[in-house]
């Protein structure tokens, strides 16, 4: 999918996505970013990218500009897209269904996430982000202990940090069990059309497939009970990414 602008004769509506640079493995190795750059993708909504001014408003990436407002925070992101654009993915659910995929969402990126982001950084140290980034912001590159401590100062806060290791993989193995267990069989979490959550879904668990390498989940997704997780990632890029090999740095030409 090109990345292009959807401009009006008033030069408004246009999507700026600011994010990191491309990664060697994924498009983006910041979950939300994949996040919302997979739902401009699936709501059919044209951007533009700009990896030179990642950090947004609020510190973080990724964010975006749209008719001269910047937003950050990919959730307020994508409900702003979705409000100005008339794009509800959900619109079919029911109140029930819509509640069951905020609930697995929350999970995802409110708990989930946190195991991952110890696993890439305290107990893996950072050592993996050479091999799943080319451009490595500065302060990831030269000053990685001082970013390991700085997220080691999260992870106590947020309260995982309390835990030992093997605590925190089992709390993030039951959290893959049940997306597993509720995914089954279906093409995507709420049935056979991708929703909102489908987004921050794959942001995450793109990331724990592609992106932690080493990881102990790694047999669980090739060969074991989390396999139909593997195959649902797979089907969000080949659908909605095939594109996918281009957008790595460099890209992966087969």
């Known amino acids: 999918m090109a990345a292009a602008a959807l401009e009006g004769k008033d ?15 994924t498009p983006c190795i910041s979950p939300f970013a994949l ?19 990642p950090m947004g408003p609020k510190g973080k990436t990724p964010w975006i500009t749209l008719n001269g407002k910047k937003v950050g925070d990919s959730q307020l992101c994508l409900e702003l897209l979705s409000e100005t654009f008339h794009k509800d993915l959900s619109h079919h659910l029911s109140i029930e269904d819509k509640a069951v995929a905020r609930a697995f969402q929350i999970m995802a990126e409110d708990h989930l996430y946190w195991v991952m982001l ?13 091999l799943i980034q080319t451009d ?12 390991v401590s700085r997220v080691k100062s999260q992870v106590s806060a947020q309260g995982m940090g309390h835990h030992s ?6 709390m993030g193995l039951k959290d893959l069990r049940a997306i597993s267990n509720f995914l089954g069989t279906k093409s995507f979490l709420m049935g056979d059309q991708p929703i909102e959550v489908d987004c921050a879904m794959f ?22 009970e989390l396999i139909n997780l ?14 996918w090999n281009q957008c790595l740095i460099p890209p992966l030409v087969r």
């Open 203 to 224: 942001g995450i668990l793109a990331q724990i497939l592609w992106n932690s390498l080493g990881c102990p989940y790694e047999p669980h997704f090739t060969a074991g």
């Open 11 to 25: 030069g408004s509506n246009v999507v700026i996505l600011h994010q990191l640079k491309r990664g060697k493995l």
């Open 118 to 130: 110890v696993w890439r950084w305290i107990y893996n140290g950072g050592s993996s982000l050479p």
């Open 136 to 147: 490595l912001h500065f302060a990831v590159r030269y000053l990685r202990p001082i970013v």
């Open 230 to 243: 593997k195959g649902y990632c797979e089907r969000m890029k080949r659908t909605f990414w095939p594109d």
């Open 165 to 170: 290791q093997s605590e925190v993989m089992e």
């Open 35 to 53: 996040k919302l750059e997979t739902y401009l993708r699936i709501a059919g909504i044209a951007y533009q990218n700009d990896f030179d001014e």
